[in-house]
Each structure stands twice: as structure tokens, then as C-alpha cells.
DNA sequence: CAGTATCCGTGTTGATACTG
DNA sequence: CAGTATCAACACGGATACTG
């Protein structure tokens, strides 16, 4: 393996793609907000208080279109549409906790303002 | 903790405290290149053979301002310099590691061109 | 409630050329 | 050998207003 081709675009390194499904400011705060079971997009809005319903929404649709989340909507007035982690989703994270690991690691090492 | 201030920026993860030491498209690459022992910059810029000498000199000076790597220079001619991990760099590992591994899982259930 | 639609700033990366 | 310097492109994210 090593280097290969997805979507017209060259991968030198399985770090790249990962970071195609997780990285960006909201993939993993979405993921997470996930961890304990489905939400709605309200939901979401508020868990993660300080996204905007533009990248709220790209972030899940592209969530969703890599098979990371899936959305099911209940037709129904007003609408209901929750989201969910697929078994890929769930695979992100060990990455991730080891991620939020090596961060707090740099936190306290770090003069941080709390 | 949960939101805490660094460098005039503000952080709600400790996640993206991570990223700033080990995100963007270089920091991991040359922290694996480091990761078997000191290596000049010339070795550097084999080993991650598609960087351009701009991207090598800014990702390794940000590297080193954040304690990840130290910089060794050999005062003789022509002039010798080596990189090499610090205990922290060293840290990154596990969750570099666990990315790695969430990357090829998801390689190997999309469809990808080798 | 759960989105769309636009417009725009700005940081990150890249190409290329040059040097103590 | 180990870098600097400049200029440019483009993706990402943010602000704001509107809607089935």
C-alpha cells in the first residue's frame, strides 16, 4: 500500500484518509456528541453550542455521505431527523480518545488560561 | 477545564489543543520520520520526498517552538543539522498510532485505488 | 424544527527563485 | 547543506438572512 488514490485525490499516508472522516473543527465534537446515542440536529445545536447551522449541516452531511453517521427522518409536524453512528463511526474512537489523550498530556505541560 | 484560553486563541477540546502540535498535511509525517532517531534536514526532505523546502522549514520551526522536536546544529562546513524527538514528541505516538490504524480501517472498506 | 442560500475573510499550502 | 523570500491559489470556516 502506501500512496494510493481516492476520489481524484493522492493519499501518501492512512493518516490522511482518517483525517478525511475526523478532521476539521466539528467532525469529532459531532462524533462525540453521538457517543451516547442518537440526536437531533436541535440537540446538536446545543451540545455543540457554538456551531453555526451552516457547518452544523455540512459537517453531517459529509459525516453521513462517508458512512460515519446515518440520518433518519420521521415524517411528521413539526419534522423530526435524528442522527446516528454506524459501526464505522464507532471505529473512530480509540483514535480519538488517544487524541483527547495526548491533548490534555499538552494542556498540562502548557501555561493554558482556564 | 473544558474551554480554556492559549495563545490569544480559544479552545472547547482538548482535541484541537492536539491538533495545533500534530495537524495540518506535515507534522505527522516528520514526526515518523523522527520517530527511529535524529535525522538531518537533507534526510528529511528524502524521506518525505513530495515536501518543498518551505513547507519542511515552517512545519520544523512550529515543531520546535511547541517542544516536539529539538533542532541540533554542528557549527562546521558544509553545515550539519539534525531534528530529533523531545519526550513530548514521543508522546504523539499513541495517538498517531491509533490514527493510523483508524486510516487503514477505513481504507480497506472504500473503494480505493492503489 | 431542520434546514438553505450567499457572500466573503483569511489561513494554509504550493511554486518558484535565490543564498550564507 | 540547509535554508529564505515572494507571490499566488484555494479550501475552510464564519456571518447573516431566509424557508418548507
Redesign the pocket.
Known sequence: MENFIYDKRIYYHPIEFAMVHI????KIPILLALRNGPQ????LKTTISH?????L?T???ELEKKKMIY?SVYRQK?????YTLTVHGKQAFAAIDALTMFGNYMINITEVIS
Chains 1, 2 share one sequence.
Open positions: 478532521g476539521g473543527t466539528w437531533r440536529y436541535g440537540e456551531i453555526t447551522d451552516k457547518m449541516v459537517q453531517l452531511r440520518r413539526p419534522p423530526k431527523v435524528t
